[in-house]
Nanobody, 122 residues
């Protein structure tokens, strides 16, 4: 059984930074992609960023230039550095892992974490 555990969420003022972490444990699998999605109140879950074995990093337009996804040494750990946070970034952030990719859609991910709340105040 695979578990993804996120950490690092919290409350921050607009313009501030947070770093989210996600560690996968359990069955040892080399994931093709690991990514982050988010869901704001009353909205659908949306893609934020992914880091993929061949294609590298991909970002949603709304976070490009502000967020950085990293995955040291292609281990089953992924980070999301979030800078210049905006109130519209407020959401529950979910980590996900994809065994076979390509890793841009929710349906392509096999495992999900329980989410971590990020709240950005004005």
């Amino acid at each position: 059984q695979v578990q993804l555990v996120e950490s690092g969420g919290g409350l921050v003022q607009a313009g501030g930074s947070l770093r989210l972490s996600c560690a996968a444990s359990g069955r040892t699998v080399s994931y093709y992609a690991m990514g982050w999605f988010r869901q704001a109140p009353g909205k659908e879950r949306e893609f934020v960023a992914a880091i993929r074995r061949i294609e590298g990093s991909t970002y949603a337009d709304s976070v490009k230039g502000r967020f950085t996804i990293s995955r040291p040494n292609i281990q089953n750990t992924v980070y999301l550095q979030m800078n210049t946070l905006r109130t519209e970034d407020t959401a529950v952030y979910y980590c996900a892992a994809s065994v076979s990719g390509p890793g841009l859609r929710m349906s392509e991910y096999n495992y999900w974490g329980q989410g971590t709340q990020v709240t950005v105040s004005a």
